[in-house]
Nanobody, 121 residues
């Protein structure tokens, strides 16, 4: 069974930093795009950042210059380094990936369980 497990959320003061991690486990043939989304109370889930197999990245305008997404293919893990955090970054952060399991070699979209990030003084 393929799954994503996130870690690294918590409470941080404005201007602080946090690093989120997402580890994919199970019988995985390939992982294509890896990403991070977030959902604040009363708002729609939005894409924060995505990184593709070729290393190219896309960021939401609201986090450009403050957040960095990276991946470790050997560990099937990717990260979101968040800096200069603002109260408006408060949300549940979800990792997401397009992965093909050995079960069928077809690409499916997977979500992590979510981790809370709270930016507050």
């Amino acid at each position: 069974q393929v799954q994503l497990v996130e870690s690294g959320g918590g409470l941080v003061q404005p201007g602080g930093s946090l690093r989120l991690s997402c580890a994919a486990s199970g019988s995985i043939f390939s992982i294509d795009a890896m990403g991070w989304y977030r959902q604040a109370p009363g708002k729609q889930r939005e894409r924060v950042a995505v990184i593709f197999n070729d290393g190219s990245t896309i960021y939401a305008d609201s986090v450009k210059g403050r957040f960095t997404i990276s991946r470790d293919n050997a560990k099937n893990t990717w990260y979101l380094q968040m800096g200069s955090l603002k109260p408006e970054d408060t949300a549940v952060y979800y990792c997401n990936a397009d992965m093909a399991p050995y079960m069928d070699y077809r690409v499916h979209n997977y979500w992590g369980q979510g981790t809370q990030v709270t930016v507050s003084s």
